[in-house]
């Protein structure tokens, strides 16, 4: 049995770039809220996002994008979820709870995802995996944890818990159309949950802040919506859902490394967070899980290399990228095979 084969490691650079896009606007976000409103700067970040990618893609002419017919619903529904239901929850949350409880009760998007990905579409966790998770997790509590204690409103708490099980949703499906380009997957959710969540502000009485708060709104959504969002989509390719939400769970250090740059003070609580965080994410960076599987035939179009799975002859369609990989339709015989592997594209098989 092979375990040589080598460990996802763009997959997780790009979770941890991700989880370090999106901590790290949260004390950035948290300024901007002293200009704008929640409903408002909600908006502008998702605008900001959908028009940046999208004008980048022009920019240096990114194919054109035709989502899979069996695709369109799965991504209907992950921007439903994520980019609509969940702020509209969250929004409804923050009127009612303060919002240290609601950055304690956000956590539980990381526990909603792995859930559904192992429960409903049935990808495959081991007990490292599962315990690495716990660790980050309670890296996530620790540190977002007020002190206060004290037990929030019902239908407050309840809506901020029903935001995270729509992003939960929202990972899973996003899941199902990650080999889509990255880039036109976030420009989309942007250019849709923008307007929606500007309409409801406005709608609300909300005006429209200064052209140095938009502008400066909309960079920060660019980067923490849309980078953030293209990065994590690359690793939901590479790593599955529950992996990824794993590595992505670190964002509230980050978020507060970042808090502590700025001059706030290094806490006990920051450090213990931080050392929890890491033995989660060496679980997870150590992890092998090799065993007999059966790949089915299977035809579809992704950028790739001509890897272990990838032995297939080109009829000059291809789009070629500078770092010589390329995409193009192909097709996938059926193979059965062992070596280390993670649940990406190719490895959505069940487990005895």
């Known amino acids: 049995?092979?375990?040589?084969?080598?460990?996802?490691?763009?997959?997780?650079?790009?979770?941890?770039?991700?989880?370090?896009?999106?901590?790290?606007?949260?004390?950035?976000?948290?300024?901007?809220?002293?200009?704008?409103?929640p409903w408002m700067l909600a908006g502008l970040l998702y605008l900001g996002s959908g028009l940046g990618l999208m004008l980048w893609r022009r920019l240096v002419r990114a194919p054109r994008v035709q989502l899979p017919a069996a695709e369109r619903r799965w991504f209907a529904g992950a921007i439903l979820a994520?980019?609509?239901?969940?702020?509209?929850?969250?929004?409804?949350?923050?009127?009612?709870?303060?919002?240290?409880?609601?950055?304690?009760?956000?956590?539980?998007?990381?526990?909603?995802t792995a859930l559904l990905a192992w429960c409903v579409f049935r990808e495959n966790v081991d007990r490292r995996i599962a315990f690495g998770m716990a660790v980050i997790l309670a890296g996530a509590l620790l540190l977002s944890w007020s002190g206060t204690g004290g037990l929030p409103d019902l239908w407050p708490a309840l809506a901020v818990l029903g935001a995270c099980l729509a992003w939960g949703i929202d990972n899973n499906l996003t899941r199902k159309v990650s080999l889509t380009d990255a880039t036109w997957i976030a420009g989309v959710k942007g250019l849709v949950a923008g307007p929606v969540n500007l309409g409801i502000a406005f709608g609300l009485g909300a005006p429209l802040p200064s052209v140095t708060v938009t502008a400066a709104a909309m960079l920060l959504g660019l980067l923490a919506y849309g980078v953030s969002l293209s990065w994590f989509v690359v690793a939901l390719r590479h790593l599955g859902s529950a992996r990824t939400g794993a590595y992505f769970s670190v964002a509230p250090f980050f978020g507060a490394l970042l808090a502590v740059l700025g001059g706030e003070t290094v806490t006990p609580t920051l450090l213990a967070a931080g050392a929890l965080m890491a033995i989660g994410v060496v679980l997870h960076l150590t992890e092998r899980?090799?065993?007999?599987?059966?790949?089915?035939?299977?035809?579809?179009?992704?950028?790739?290399?001509?890897?272990l799975h990838h032995q297939h002859e080109h009829e000059g369609d291809e789009d070629v990228y500078a770092d010589g990989s390329h995409s193009h339709p192909h097709r996938h015989d059926e193979l059965l095979h062992a070596h280390a592997h993670f649940p990406d594209v190719h490895h959505r098989h069940g487990h005895g």
């Open 289 to 307: 899980h090799a065993h007999v599987h059966h790949h089915e035939v299977m035809a579809h179009a992704h950028r790739h290399t001509h890897d």
């Open 82 to 112: 994520g980019g609509v239901i969940g702020p509209a929850l969250l929004m409804l949350g923050l009127t009612r709870l303060p919002g240290a409880t609601v950055s304690l009760m956000l956590n539980a998007e990381t526990v909603f």
């Open 1 to 37: 049995m092979d375990l040589s084969h080598p460990v996802p490691r763009n997959g997780i650079a790009a979770a941890l770039g991700a989880a370090l896009l999106f901590g790290a606007a949260t004390p950035l976000a948290k300024w901007l809220l002293g200009s704008v409103g």
